[in-house]
């Protein structure tokens, strides 16, 4: 497991929201938990300083592109890059820098999935480089349902091993916000992510609802190792209670765990 950065952009500016808020139809419901005027480039030379590739980059909205540009540049293929992608933008933000490009309601015609622009996608950028978001709300059902177009339109997609097997062809990650408690900094969704440490078959981002440094562990219990972490509000660099420096110690504690595990199971490495 490892804790993934994040660059959260809205209007132009570093922000954090509480994602469920963020609505076309009425603008006044958005709830702002945090709002920088400082560059996107100084959160992306600080993840770089302290050697935190795989973050990522989400544009919420129009307005956003030479922000995210500006963080792109300054950590070159550390960081993946989401929001409105399609084939055409995707090939320009990896031209960039970006590591990779995740998209969301580019493959969905309404409700379904639509496979024919999934392998558009494959083919422009390439699915080593291609990251499916799957963020989701859970429905009446009790199941996880994948929402688009800010998180405010359910899917017929549900978060099931079917799914996952058959998306994990067309990229190399998944990211998975989970929408119901995004941004509220009032505990992560347990269950959601022991289902993912259970059926994901590629590597998986998860986000959202994190209140306190022992959610990395909990997550790392809760996914059996396999679920990466993204932390947005409750950091302290968002005005959170999370101190920065505190996660970045624990991931090099975590990177020292994983490697004695390596040394004891045998695993050999490459020289040099």
């Known amino acids: 497991m490892r804790f993934r950065p994040c660059i959260d952009l ?13 609505s ?16 996107p480039a100084y959160y992306a030379e ?50 960039a820098g970006a590591s990779h490009c995740i998209v969301t309601s580019y493959i969905f015609r309404g409700s379904r999935l639509d496979f024919d622009r999934l392998a558009e996608l494959v083919q422009a950028v390439g699915r080593e ?9 859970r429905g009446e059902d009790g199941l996880y349902y994948v929402v688009t177009n800010r998180w405010q339109v359910f899917t017929e997609v549900t978060i099931v091993p079917d799914t996952l097997e058959r998306l994990a062809g067309y990229c190399a990650e998944f990211l998975i916000h989970a929408a119901d408690v995004e941004g509220r900094r009032r505990g992560i969704d347990g269950e959601l992510v022991e289902l993912l440490g259970k059926i994901s078959p590629l590597p998986v981002t998860y986000a959202g ?4 440094l022992a959610d990395l562990d909990l997550v790392r219990a809760l996914g059996s190792g396999r679920v990466d972490l993204t932390i947005g509000s409750a950091l302290d660099l ?5 101190p920065y420096e505190a996660v970045v110690r624990w991931q090099r504690e975590e990177e020292k765990r994983l490697s004695g595990e390596k040394r004891l199971s045998g695993e050999k490495f490459p020289s040099g």
């Open 24 to 39: 076309d139809k009425d603008p006044g419901s958005l709830i702002v938990n945090f709002a920088s005027r400082t560059s």
């Open 46 to 95: 600080l993840y770089r300083r302290d050697r935190l590739p795989g973050g990522h980059v989400i544009m919420l909205g129009p307005g956003n592109e030479e922000a995210a540009l500006t963080a792109l540049a300054a950590y070159p293929g550390g960081l993946q890059v989401g929001g409105g992608i399609t084939p055409k933008k995707a090939a320009h933000f990896l031209e």
């Open 238 to 242: 968002f005005g959170g209670s999370i």
């Open 209 to 212: 609802g994190v209140a306190s």
């Open 129 to 137: 480089r291609l990251v499916i978001d799957l963020s989701c709300r």
């Open 10 to 22: 809205h209007g132009g500016m570093v922000k954090q929201i509480v994602g469920a808020t963020l």
